[in-house]
């Protein structure tokens, strides 16, 4: 498993050139477009009143259409794992896994997936912009991602085909932090803010473009004595 440091750029950063919004956005969405299969090292942070709760690691997945699995390492064995329908969370040593329907999902891990498809940030952003400063280590640039129920009427609605969208105001997201390099449209980090100073951070690593993946990695049989927990919608998502 990748140490923190692994995620970071050992050479300080070159001077930069001037990036648009617009170049980045499409230099991110041109990078994953073509992209049938994802593998990444992952850091999953949660932190409330700016004080970190959770740090947690491990190996995430993607697959068109729609498919993904996150594979939890430490501190604790767990699997989030969507066949683009339905998605499950295992928990070995609670002995027990929640099923739901991805349409009924708010987790933010699910619109990632979106990374193997047809990445259009539009879906999930009514207004996009920089957020400012000079350029991280690496390069990286941060675009800040309005939730879409804020932006102008201008802005696209999302269609009853479109992935869950968890930038509900309603919900009680703010706003989306996404770190990418400007010059290859790779993401390393996706950061959620929420009301009440809630922060829930994804750092991505080691990303492995188009890998061989078998299809039964995105599929889920509950081991025998496991108890079934039924999310929101689980009775949609099919058997």
């Known amino acids: 498993m990748l140490a923190l440091g ?4 050992a050479a300080a950063p070159a001077q930069q050139p001037t990036v648009s919004v617009a170049s980045v956005v499409q230099a991110l969405e041109n990078h ?13 942070r949660y932190s409330e ?23 939890y390492q430490s501190p604790e064995t767990k699997l989030f794992v969507s066949d683009g329908k339905t998605l499950w969370f295992y928990v070995p040593q609670d002995h027990s896994a929640t099923r739901q329907s991805v349409k009924q999902s708010d987790d933010w891990r699910t619109p990632l997936a979106l990374l193997t498809g047809q990445v259009k940030l539009a879906r999930l952003c009514g ?9 991280l280590s690496g390069g990286v640039v941060v675009l800040r991602c309005w939730p879409r ?27 989306v932090l996404l770190e990418v390099n400007p010059a290859s449209g ?27 993946l078998p299809g ?13 927990v039924a999310g929101e919608g689980a009775a949609d998502s099919g058997p």
């Open 32 to 44: 994953y477009r073509n992209a049938n299969t994802l593998q990444a090292e992952f850091l999953e």
């Open 127 to 135: 207004r996009i912009e920089m957020a400012g400063g000079p350029p």
């Open 149 to 175: 129920g804020e932006a102008s009427p201008a802005a696209p609605r999302a269609s009853q085909q479109d992935a869950p969208n968890p930038l509900d105001p309603a919900s009680g997201f703010t706003d």
């Open 186 to 212: 790779e993401l390393s980090d996706v950061r959620v803010e929420q009301a009440g100073d809630v922060e829930l951070e994804f750092r991505f690593g080691a990303w492995h473009m188009n890998p061989p």
């Open 6 to 9: 692994a995620f970071v750029a």
């Open 49 to 71: 009143g700016g004080s970190e709760a959770r740090l947690e690691s491990g190996r995430v997945y993607f697959a068109r259409p729609g498919r993904m699995r996150w594979e």
């Open 216 to 228: 039964s990695l995105f599929e889920f049989e509950p081991p025998p004595g496991v108890a079934i």
